[in-house]
């Protein structure tokens, strides 16, 4: 018989998810810290399917894993013996910058950043960092996203792993070196509406000012975002349209 794991509102649609192939919850272990120590957990994958997010991830064995939406409400999952989680989670109805953070007994380690859903199926979803380049999940695509905070900025997108790429800007040729999943970033200055050729592909970024609302809004061949953290740094990032 299945058992009910955990029962939460999410967007305010009620969702129950069950024990059956769900990790126990068990406290967590010595192996969960180092010193006391426990990273926050990383989000490897999110997925719609059937009017439901799947966002799965590693963190601490046995740790528990917690999404808070923008309006303070929660839905968690604990992470399994080698510390993979899955949670899932009804598809927001608006723009959703979901907080992401493990929790050991009463002490919660957040992830940096945020974690973006679209409300529209065919936005983007990534996870957005304040002073650094942001991170996209929904696909691969030559430039992935343009981040500034108002004195510099990011780039970053994706290219066949453990190669040099070439980004033209203004005229100029930069490189950028791709890790081996294949990602790259490169930091740039407060310039960031530069037009970007990545091979044969342009683009060409919008102004990157935005009330920092926390929602996408179209902007040129994409969606731009400004969003506040909670120690009142600002951050706008422009992510291209995945037909780019």
Known sequence: MKRPFAIQLMF????????????AEKQAGPQAATDGWVAGPQVDQVSRAAGIIRVSGTAAPFGRVVLTGPDGVAYAAGADETGHFDIRLPAPRTDALLAVEAQVGQ???????????SADPGGPVALLGIGAPTRRLD????????????????????????????????????????????????????????????????????????????????????????????????????????SQ
């Open 107 to 117: 002490i919660a380690y957040p992830a940096p950043g945020r974690l973006l859903v």
């Open 139 to 242: 696909g691969t695509g030559a430039l992935d996203a343009v981040d500034a905070d108002g004195r510099a900025g990011f780039l970053s997108g994706r290219a066949t792993a453990n190669t040099d790429v070439t980004i033209v800007r203004n005229g100029v040729s930069l490189t950028a070196a791709s890790d081996p999943q294949g990602r790259w970033t490169l930091a740039i200055g407060g310039d960031v509406g530069a037009p970007i050729q990545i091979g044969d592909r342009a683009f060409v970024p919008p102004a990157m000012t935005e009330a920092t609302s926390g929602s996408l809004v179209r902007a040129g061949q994409g969606w731009r975002i400004g969003w506040i953290s909670p120690d009142g740094a600002r951050q706008v990032t422009w992510l291209p349209d995945r």
């Open 12 to 23: 305010g649609v009620a969702l129950i998810v069950t024990g059956c192939g769900a990790p």
